[in-house]
């Protein structure tokens, strides 16, 4: 018994230890926490940042061919059977016209060599070193798309939550508030004052709140999952969203709406950096036609021999070594260079009409945008004003029923025009949100929020 009471005793505190412990386990997270922890995580980030990487060692691959290629050589040839050549016999005593069999080279033969070669004159190289370090900054201009995106997709995910939880929060005050009806009508009714299809009634209405909140909790739970998933977050990890779909957070949106600026969009930074390697790639190949120059030095040190065994003896190996100057100069290629430079002016061409089409589309994406938070704004001011009717026809309707003057009926309608009122204020106010977020993204500025 005493154990009991002991148990007893220490057991609200180890209620409070293990609810503390359940909220320090769940994760607060606002949408800027929200959006950076994507973009330090997501794969598509990651990746794009790999490709970074590659792009580095592409030039380190191009600075390496203008930089001392130095190889060795080495060679140990058993000459099975001795080329034997054709020469005059005359060379030997013969009678003119006639050919002696000889052969020329001895059965062993040995040698090794080092040879140095070094670039002194290459525009093509030049050219091409300059396009690898161009493509650096193109794959970072990726990066940044990708993170563009990822921000996009997480804030509009997390307003979207939100929506669902306040829209959740309407009808649970709205279960709370038929519940207190269906007491008071279920006390008329026991009381002989009532009917008992209004307790039906308002017990068929809360049932139906029930359920609405019930697949609302499952729809919730399954955009956390997907904002998880999004932000490469343990799906397993507890989230508490904070900012409410109410707050103002898009200041910035007034000042891009008046002065539009689509030069910080990433998707228009790359075609622009497009744009510039394809004219490179040009100039690259026009500076093909450009000879080259190079230098170049070898060493090598030769053994020949009849018997194998004569190869430590020092008379049989002789040296050689020369240095030299190499001019390359293209005559002709069968138009290959050509071809290759009237392909790259075709890109550029491309290139300049998708440059142009992508301006155009993020312009109609941004007055779409636009449109649309006016559109949504207006409503929300339509909104506001039907609201507070639907509240106080509500009101009215609640003190009539208690008074006995007004039906059940009465008191259902108002209630279902206040609560789809309520729902429709939140999703104008969520839609609001999601056009500030397009509007910001077109412009290249949703990403600026959290750098």
Avoid at 142 to 150: A, F, I, R, T
Avoid at 180 to 199: A, S
Avoid at 292 to 315: C, M, P, R, V
């Amino acid at each position: 018994m005493k154990k009991t009471k002991i148990y007893l005793k220490w057991l609200p505190f180890a209620l409070l230890l293990l609810l503390g412990q359940l909220l320090h386990a769940q994760q607060p997270i606002d949408l800027k926490t929200a959006m950076k922890y994507a973009v330090a995580n997501h794969a598509s980030v990651k990746k794009a940042q790999l490709e970074i990487a590659k792009g580095n060692e592409l030039v380190r691959e191009s600075l390496s061919s203008g930089l001392p290629q130095v190889n060795a050589n080495a060679n140990f040839i058993n000459n099975i059977e001795v080329q034997t050549s054709f020469v005059p016999a005359e060379f030997f005593g013969g009678q003119p016209g006639e050919f002696a069999q000889v052969q020329f080279g001895t059965k062993w033969n040995a040698g090794a060599g080092i040879q140095l070669d070094q670039m002194v004159f290459n525009k093509t190289w030049l050219l091409g070193v300059r396009a690898s370090r161009e493509l650096t900054d193109f794959y970072k201009l990726v990066l940044e798309k990708s993170k563009d995106q990822v921000v996009n997709e997480v804030a509009k995910l997390y307003y979207q939550i939100q929506l669902s939880r306040t829209q959740r929060g309407l009808l649970d005050a709205n279960i709370q508030q038929i519940k207190g009806l269906l007491t008071v009508t279920r006390k008329q009714y026991e009381n002989g004052f009532g009917k008992k299809i209004d307790v039906d009634r308002l017990q068929v209405q809360q049932s139906n709140l029930e359920t609405q909140v019930m697949n609302l909790n499952l729809q919730i739970a399954q955009a956390e999952q997907a904002l998880k998933f999004t932000m490469n977050m343990p799906l397993e990890t507890s989230i508490v969203l904070t900012d409410t779909i109410s707050e103002k957070m898009f200041d910035e949106v007034g000042v891009i709406m008046a002065q539009p600026n689509y030069t910080l969009k990433p998707d228009l930074l790359i075609l622009k950096k497009q744009e510039q390697l394809y004219q490179l790639d040009v100039e690259r190949w026009k500076a093909s036609y450009f000879p080259t120059l190079s230098i170049y030095g070898a060493y090598n040190y030769l053994w020949q021999s009849n018997k194998l065994n004569e190869l430590g003896n020092g008379n049989f190996w002789t040296d050689f070594s020369q240095v030299g100057l190499r001019v390359n100069v293209p005559i002709f290629d069968g138009f290959f260079k050509n071809s290759k430079i009237q392909t790259a002016n075709l890109n550029l061409q491309q290139t300049n009409l998708d440059y142009g089409l992508a301006k155009l589309g993020l312009q109609l994406s941004n007055e779409a945008a636009i449109s649309a938070l006016k559109t949504n704004q207006n409503t929300l001011e339509s909104i506001v004003a039907i609201r507070k009717v639907a509240e106080e026809v509500y009101r009215v309707s609640q003190s009539r029923y208690k008074e006995g003057l007004a039906p059940i009926t009465e008191l259902l309608d108002a209630e279902t025009s206040l609560r789809q009122t309520q729902s429709n204020y939140i999703t104008t106010l969520a839609q609001i949100k999601l056009a500030e977020i397009d509007i910001l993204s077109t412009n290249g500025m949703l990403l600026r929020m959290i750098e």
